[in-house]
């Protein structure tokens, strides 16, 4: 073990049928990295990429998304309806851009999950024994 520390490397000797070892696999490994990494901070420095650059390019996607707000590229806002009263459902918050809550576990989902799929598969995964239940019941549970 201290031979190893002292020496840096860990190889076996090739094996008789010729065929590398795990050892030199992994040694050309790390040198192929080595090398690939050695290869593009050449060309940073030869572009002369600063890193404010470099974490730009790690920006995209939410400078992305900001840009299709300002240039009026808007996300539709659904209304609530009520319809989705029998898949057990109520109105909560801002008129304009309402969220749905459920009755029986108060859950609230976002605007964009009031669409009437997404509220049936909540009823019918986490509320299964309510899921036959007439509007009636839910006016009266709400």
């Known amino acids: 073990m201290d031979l190893w520390l002292k020496e840096g490397t860990l190889k076996q000797k090739a094996s008789s ?39 730009k390019v790690k920006e995209f996607p939410s400078k992305y998304i900001k840009k299709q707000e300002e240039a009026g590229v808007k996300r539709p806002k659904r209304k609530y309806d009520e319809s989705y009263l029998s898949f057990g459902f109520t109105c909560v918050g801002n008129k304009d851009v309402p969220d749905a809550q459920c009755i029986m576990c108060n859950k609230i989902l976002a605007n964009s999950s009031l669409a009437p799929a997404k509220l049936r598969r909540h009823l019918e995964t986490k509320h299964a024994e309510y899921k036959d239940k007439d509007i009636r019941f839910f006016q009266e549970e709400a």
């Open 17 to 55: 049928s010729g065929t590398p070892t795990v050892a030199e696999i992994n040694e050309q490994n790390i040198v192929t990295l080595q090398r690939e990494d050695e290869q593009l901070q050449s060309f940073v420095a030869e572009k002369s990429v600063s890193t404010s650059e470099l974490s």
